[in-house]
């Protein structure tokens, strides 16, 4: 089955540096995501992603974080200036179709552990 | 506001034995309830949607349940195997333009030899 890849994996940083997230979603996919899930707490929606630009974002989602997708492969997430509280895991996620249909599958990648320190 | 509960938080069982997830949500616009395995530092992965019109649908040994009248859906595992040890998100998508999830904080199975 394909895969939405994430790395790197695990990402440790001093607060008050920025940090990049990649993620490389399934090849033919055009809807993408960032999710984060806080240890011990549900996943939270951040951001969707289309046509190269933000659809929706979450209260979450302020000035501090950005998305890009810098080529026709990579989607990226961005955390400005990293606080403690940024540390969770970071999901990406990938999806074919726009509208939530019955069939519609969203793909989680593995995520990327931030820890900030 | 939007809400997805289950219950039991979490729950052990002995392999080959069956077990039944429950969830219960507050949302709308409802489109459909998704039933994700997420395995301990892993990415959830699809089990089963279901839109409101749809009662049951199985995958596998996995099968889940939908009553979009009393909001509530479960989730049945038969033959448990070892495997299975993972968490289980309930989750339901807003009937938005984009694929707006809501999360539950899920159910923790621990299927024991």
């Known amino acids: 089955e394909p895969e939405v890849t994430q790395t790197p994996s695990h990402q440790v940083t001093q607060m008050g540096q920025e940090v990049i997230l990649r993620c490389v979603p399934i090849s033919n996919h055009l809807y993408f995501y960032w999710y984060r899930q806080i240890l011990g707490q549900k996943v939270e929606f951040l951001v969707s992603?289309?046509?190269?630009?933000?659809?929706?974002k979450s209260e979450i989602f302020d000035d501090q974080f950005s998305v890009e997708r810098p080529d026709g492969s990579n989607f990226t997430l961005k955390i400005r200036s990293t606080k403690l509280e940024d540390s969770a895991m970071y999901f990406c996620?990938?999806?074919?179709?726009?509208?939530?249909?019955?069939?519609?599958?969203?793909?989680f990648g593995s995520g990327t552990q931030l820890s900030v320190l | 506001k939007n809400q997805v509960e289950q219950s039991p938080q979490s729950l052990i069982i002995l392999e080959g034995k069956n077990c039944t997830l429950q969830c219960n949500y507050t949302v709308s616009p409802f489109s459909n309830l998704r039933w994700y395995k997420q395995d301990t530092g892993r990415g959830p992965v699809s089990l089963t949607i279901m839109t409101f019109s749809e009662n049951t649908k199985s995958n596998g040994r996995y099968t889940a349940t939908l009553d979009a009248d009393t909001k509530q859906s479960s989730l049945h595992i038969t033959a448990s195997q070892l495997s299975d040890s993972a968490s289980y998100i309930c989750v339901v998508t807003l009937n938005t333009g984009f694929q707006k999830l809501v999360f539950g904080t899920g159910t923790r199975l621990l299927v024991s030899p």
């Open positions: 992603f289309y046509n190269n630009e933000i659809s929706e």
């Open positions: 996620a990938s999806s074919e179709i726009l509208r939530p249909t019955t069939n519609e599958k969203l793909f």
